[in-house]
Each structure stands twice: as C-alpha cells, then as structure tokens.
C-alpha cells in the first residue's frame, strides 16, 4: 500500500487518542474505533471505510470530519456501525459521509464501480492481465453465453462481454 495509508491510519490514531476515543476490544465487546478499510483505484484516488462499534453520532461525525477535512485525495468516504460480535460487515449499512458511495476503477477500456462491501481484485494490474489469459484461453467467438460465479462484482464476465 502507499504510504498515504499510513499518513491516514496515524492522523485518525492521533486524533483519535488526542479526543480519548476508545479502541475496539473484540474480546471484551467494548470500545468505539473497530477498523479503517482503504481501498485506492489506478488513478491514486481513495475509499476510506471507518467501522465504528456503537451509534454515538457526535463521536463518529467528530472522526468523519477530521478524516475529510485533513486528507484531501479521499474521493469516498464512508461508515458502517458494526455493533456485532465479529468484524464481518454484511448486513451493516454503510452511510456515505462525503463524496460517492464508490470508488471507480478501470480495466482495459471497463469501467467498475465498486462499492465499500464489494469484493474486487486490489492489484488491478495483475488484474487486466489475469483476465487478458483468461479471455485468450477462453477463445470466444461472440456466441456464447459466459457465467462469472463466486467471483465478486462479475468483473471478469464484463470484462470479456463484448467478445
């Protein structure tokens, strides 16, 4: 990951310690900040996801303010209040705190739209070029029908539709 990463994750740590915001203890089920999720699209643009653990709004607009006000290459920022007793983020809404509620990304001449909780390859170079084999093996001629399962968005499907 590039470094912005890191210039996120300890302006949110500072902040959050500087505020006495309290970190999340899967154990013990206690404490506010749970995780930041990053994703970056080829063009250096971000998604920032912040999983908070319980609805306390003046807290969570405190976090989402500094966030968008202090990094300026954040294209989606987005939250989710997670008060499960694990990690995983399905069924937990996400709310969109500035910007899109995507981030775009492009393979080849495709243009994906991925949301906060999709599944999509991170390393989109290595991506066109698996899907570049994968569109060679396949040998289509244009009549077939083509089924993309378990794969996420259906990236590799759109990828090679107008073949």
Partial sequence: MPEYVNEIQRGIKSYCDEKGISYHDIQKHEGMMRNVMFRCNSKGEWMVLVSFYYPDQPIIDGVMSYIHNTFKNIVSLVYVVNEKMNDTLSGCTVITYAGL??????????????????????????????????ASYANLTGTELVYDLY?????????????
Avoid at 101 to 116: A, Q, S
Avoid at 124 to 131: I, V
């Fill in 151 to 163: 794969t996420g968005t259906g990236s590799i499907a759109l990828y090679v539709a107008d073949k």
């Fill in 101 to 134: 509620p995507y981030l775009t990304e492009w393979l080849g001449d495709k243009e994906y739209r991925i949301n906060p909780l999709s599944f999509f390859q991170t390393n989109t170079d290595q991506a066109k070029e698996l899907y570049d084999i994968t």
